[in-house]
């Protein structure tokens, strides 16, 4: 089959909806498809030869946070020639609801269009203001894709219809072994947290109330922060005697991250909201680590109700700093932890999430003809 | 007074063009819906061969396969009012495979193996094709109730669309399955 996926978001600036369209195409590849990827990158950007660029993208603010994206004339006649020369079977986009190529992609084209949806915003208030916009492009897609029942949920209040659930794959394969990084984790136990340090949503303060509790108690605990953001603002209104047990590791490489993954006793996923997978929280199940989350909605589903990783209140520095102390505390608990989320993450290693999709691909194909440019 | 001609030319133009995009969406709109009926259509038809491969593949016991081919039997011939054969096939469907043992009984069984995955597989994509059917149906009939439609009969004689409901899931509510929302037979 001949497969053309849109990626909304800047190609080379790292993110859940640009890992998912990797890891979708290098599956279905895999399974034997043909797939192209158009996505906005920079024309100097070293690319994996299923990508084609589609130009320089400019830093907006989207859905409560910056986004890199491609939008325009310019944009839109580039995929416009991709999708008139891609001959393309079945068109996926992704996010179609963003100012973006998603958007373009549903415009431009006519034919078998499947959209996934990532976001999941209850409180959007510019999707509603925006549904007599999106709704021409919105109508010409025959499958809809939720990522998560927090995305169908969104979907379905601002957009009516309904979507199919098909959650976040993972590479699975690439997270299982990694050496610990030089000195990690340390006899007096480690914890760890991926993601930006400027983002409110992703929890770092949270975190580093959580590690002022325990820094308290345990002596020996140290915390390993991996992601990009200010530093100097994460560690404000520290107490001083904590700050040499915090090591910030900045933006690290993919391999460094998964490192990390593997450099602590407990991994913590302190996010507030707006998550409706959470690909770093399946990463570092995919590297079985013992794991803390906020027991959001989609968070309680990759773990299997708590049955993969210890919940706790979203928002509470005490909440967290317990569980993660029981954690500490019980090496008997981490491993059963650790073994119960390696299990359950292979439900969302991507061989398996990509035969849902091709399942979505075969409902909306046949007779519908072949993707074209819209007359 | 030349001016007032021209704006209202102009303004009758700009009408005539939106009518017309409007009219092409709804069009598309008809077409997709085809095209999901068709595949809806494909997918149920598919789904009574498994079943009466099932039937007749000997892997059951006789009253299995008598309540199968019958059920199979009255979803491909019913041509109005699907909906109750249908879920009726779906319910007998789940009978067999949710009878205590059943999956452990056919497990090493030469071909069981093949036909259970194939047998998901088109439960599967009933369950996808009517979800996106649906879907179209609803799109199909809230830009038919648009006033603008109405006013100038774009959806010409073409019938309202009605939603197909059936029961389509093999694993009663609750039980087993992740992946996809439709729950799984096998892990």
Redesign the interface.
């Known amino acids: 089959m001949k497969i053309g996926l849109v990626c909304p978001y800047s190609w080379d600036v790292p993110g859940g909806v640009q890992e998912h369209i990797r890891g979708l195409a290098e599956a279905l590849l895999e399974l034997g498809h043909q797939v192209s990827v158009i996505s906005p990158a920079d024309d100097d950007t070293p690319l994996p030869d299923y990508v084609v660029p589609a130009g320089r993208a400019v830093p907006v603010p989207y859905n409560g946070a910056v986004a890199r994206m491609a939008f325009g004339f310019l944009s839109a006649s580039r995929v416009r020639r991709w999708v008139r020369d891609g001959g393309f079977d079945v068109l996926h986009v992704h996010e179609p609801t963003a100012p973006s190529l998603s958007l373009l992609a549903c415009w431009v084209a006519?034919g078998?269009i499947v959209a996934t949806f990532h976001t999941a915003n209850p409180r959007s208030r510019i999707l509603h203001a925006a549904q007599p916009i999106l709704q021409?492009a919105l109508?010409?897609i025959?499958?809809?894709i939720a990522v998560s029942e927090a995305a169908r949920t969104t979907l379905v209040e601002h957009l009516?219809?309904?979507?199919?659930?098909?959650?976040n794959g993972i590479a699975v394969r690439r997270f299982e072994k990694a050496d610990p990084l030089p000195g990690w984790p340390g006899p007096g136990g480690a914890l760890g947290f991926v993601g930006r340090i400027d983002e409110p949503r992703k929890g770092l303060q949270v975190m580093m109330r959580a590690f002022e509790i325990l820094g308290a108690q345990r002596p020996g605990v140290r915390l390993l922060i991996a992601g990009p953001g200010d530093a100097e603002e994460a560690l404000e209104g520290l107490p001083a005697g904590l700050l040499p047990r915090i090591v910030l590791l900045g933006q690290v490489s993919e391999e460094d991250k998964i490192r990390v993954y593997h450099s602590v006793d407990v991994f913590c996923a302190p996010n507030t909201g707006g998550e409706s997978f959470g690909y770093v929280l399946a990463e570092a199940m995919a590297a079985s680590a013992p794991i803390v989350a906020s027991d959001l909605e989609a968070f309680r589903r990759v773990l299997r109700a708590g049955a993969a990783g210890e919940l706790f209140e979203p928002g509470s520095a005490a909440g967290l700093a317990a569980a993660a102390g029981r954690l500490l505390d019980q090496p008997a608990l981490r491993v059963s932890l650790s073994a119960a989320a390696a299990a359950a993450v292979r439900?969302y290693d991507w061989p398996?999430?990509a035969r849902?999709v091709l399942?979505?691909y075969?409902?909306?194909v046949?007779?519908?003809g072949h993707v074209a440019v819209a007359r | 007074m030349t001016t007032v001609i021209v704006v209202v030319v102009a303004l009758v133009a700009v009408m005539g063009v939106y009518v017309s995009w409007r009219a092409g969406r709804l069009d598309r709109l008809h077409a997709r819906l085809e095209t999901a009926r068709a595949a809806l259509d494909a997918a149920l038809v598919r789904r009574s061969s498994v079943a009466m491969e099932f039937a007749s593949s000997g892997l059951l016991d006789p009253a299995t396969s008598l309540l199968l081919a019958g059920a199979a039997h009255d979803a491909r011939s019913a041509s109005e009012a699907r909906e109750l054969p249908e879920s009726d096939l779906t319910r007998a469907l789940r009978a067999a495979v949710g009878q205590p043992g059943f999956l452990a009984t056919l497990t090493g069984r030469e071909d069981a193996a093949e036909l259970l995955t194939e047998l998901e597989g088109a439960a599967h994509q009933v369950f996808l094709a009517r979800k996106f059917y649906n879907d179209a149906v609803a799109a199909t009939r809230s830009a038919r109730r648009r006033w603008l439609v109405r006013l100038f009969h774009l959806a010409g004689g073409a019938a309202l669309p009605e939603f197909f409901e059936i029961d389509d899931s093999l694993v009663a509510p609750g039980q087993g399955g992740h992946g996809a929302d439709m729950p799984r037979l096998t892990s």
């Open positions: 006519d078998p021409p109508e010409k025959s499958g809809r009516g219809g309904d979507a199919v659930l098909i959650p439900a398996v999430v849902d399942a979505v075969a409902a909306v046949p007779g519908a």
